[in-house]
Structures are given as structure tokens and as C-alpha cells.
């Protein structure tokens, strides 16, 4: 059985700093790309940013240079680095573990709020 677990959301002020984390079992690790996605109130799931099994990163331009993505493979977990936050950065996070369209698991989600 897959499972994607997200750990590290949170309540945050604007311009700090959260680690989120996803850990994953069921799946040969390496392999995948993994992402993290997020969803805020009333708007479409967005990619935040993506890292390759060989490691080759992606990021939307809204987070570039204030988020940063990583991994452990030898601990089968993905993380999310992010720093700076805005309030825009308030959102659900998933995680997701992709290897090809008919073969990708989605985690269930961490709240991230950016509020004073």
C-alpha cells in the first residue's frame, strides 16, 4: 500500500520560515519524481515545485528563490524549505510521488497559514 504522509504545516507570520516534509512507503523512492503542490480557498491545485530522481529541480516563479525543494532518498522522504512566506503562500500542501500519468500518488495534505 502507497502512502504519502506530509508533517511541518503549520501557523506562521509573514516573512518566516517552514519546513514541510513528506514521507513515503510502498513505492521504490528513487524513482519518482516527487512535488508539492498547493491549494488555496476557491483556486486550482498549483505546482510548487518538483524534484527529479536525478535531482534536477523545478519551481513555480511565484516561490522561486524563497522555497526549495530536496530530498533524501535513504529516507525515502521529500522536503519543502520555505522561507519569506506571504500571506499568498497560505495554503493546503500536498505531496506528490509521479513516475508516469497512470502511476502517481497524492499525500492528504498540510495546512500552511501565513497570518499575523
Known amino acids: 500500500q502507497v502512502q504519502l504522509v506530509e508533517s511541518g504545516g503549520g501557523l506562521v507570520q509573514p516573512g518566516g520560515s517552514l519546513r514541510l516534509s513528506c514521507a513515503a512507503s510502498?513505492?521504490?523512492?528513487?524513482?519518482?519524481?516527487m512535488g508539492w503542490y498547493r491549494q488555496a480557498p476557491g483556486k486550482q491545485r498549483e505546482l510548487v515545485a518538483h524534484i527529479t530522481s536525478g535531482g534536477l529541480t523545478n519551481y513555480a516563479d511565484s516561490v522561486k528563490g524563497r522555497l526549495t525543494i530536496s530530498r533524501e532518498n535513504a529516507k525515502n522522504t521529500v522536503y519543502l524549505q520555505m522561507s519569506s512566506l506571504k500571506p499568498e503562500d497560505t495554503a493546503v500542501y500536498y505531496c506528490?510521488?509521479?513516475?508516469?500519468?497512470?502511476?502517481?500518488?497524492w499525500g492528504q495534505g498540510t495546512q500552511v497559514t501565513v497570518s499575523s
Open positions: 510502498g513505492i521504490t523512492f528513487s524513482m519518482y519524481r
Open positions: 506528490n510521488a509521479f513516475l508516469s500519468l497512470t502511476t502517481t500518488y
